[in-house]
Structures are given as C-alpha cells and as structure tokens.
C-alpha cells in the first residue's frame, strides 16, 4: 500500500496530525525498509474498566495494526499506583499493586476485542520505572 493510501486511512477521524511531513516520511521509510513503525500508546489501569474514550485511541491503533504497523499497548502500572492528578485538579486516588495488577488484566482481556492479540506487544511500564532512583525522579519531575 502507498503512502498516501495509508496516510488516508490514518488520517481518517483525525481532526489534526501535528506533523504530516513526518509521519508521510516515516511511512516512506517504513515501506522502502521493511520495517513497520512502531506505535505506542499508554494506559494507567486506574480503574478495572477501559471506557470509551479509551477505544477512540484503541481504534487508529487497530488500523495501524491492519496497516502492518507495530502497536505497542503500553500499561502504567507504576504510574497507575502513585495517583497522579491527569491535568485535573483534583489527584487520583494511589492504588497498592495488587489493585493495578487486577486492573491491567481486565484492560487486556477489553483491549483483545479491538486489537489483534497476535499483532499486539504488550509492556508494563514498572519495567524502567521500578529501576529509577529518587534522584532519576526528581530529574525527570523537573523537566
């Protein structure tokens, strides 16, 4: 499939992509190397359901998956449990581990009715952020 034709299908229901130049020569190199783009997206299992904003999301990372392209479904785990405000005034309530960890099964057992559980790498994010010291944080809280 061309880049156009696959640019078209990305762009469809999108009201903005920030950098179409980018993204068309990304889908450029992805077609003359072989190699798919890889497509992340992340979610803190907060709560034992995905909701329907989630699956607006879900959705173009299913028609990345149809397109050949890698789709990474990221799981804040770590994130998840340190109850962090989202842009809100108010902030989450923590959640201990097992909590999150009952969560994030549910999340995969939704997210394989819309992604291809054979076509989906899934990751925790506790993989690199159990790893960081209270130093790395405050570097990372401070950018």
Do not use: C
């Not at 990305?10 to 497509?39: A, F, N």
């Not at 789709?71 to 923590?94: A, C, H, N, Q, Y």
């Amino acid at each position: 499939m061309s880049v156009q034709e696959q640019f078209q299908i990305i762009q469809r229901g999108v009201t903005e992509i920030i950098d179409e130049k980018d993204l068309k020569r990304r889908l450029e190199k992805s077609i003359k190397s072989g190699k798919p783009l890889r497509v992340k997206a992340g979610f803190d299992p907060t709560a034992p359901d995905l909701h329907l904003g989630h699956t607006v999301l879900l959705q173009k990372m299913k028609q990345f998956q149809d397109l050949g392209h890698e789709v990474v479904f990221l799981i804040g785990d770590f994130t998840g449990m340190i109850g962090d405000p989202t842009g809100k005034s108010e902030t989450r309530k923590s959640l201990t581990r097992e909590e999150v960890e009952v969560n994030a099964k549910t999340y995969l057992e939704q997210v394989y009715k819309i992604l291809d559980k054979e076509k989906t790498v899934v990751m925790f994010n506790s993989e690199w952020m159990n790893k960081f010291t209270s130093t790395d944080m405050i570097n990372l809280a401070a950018q």
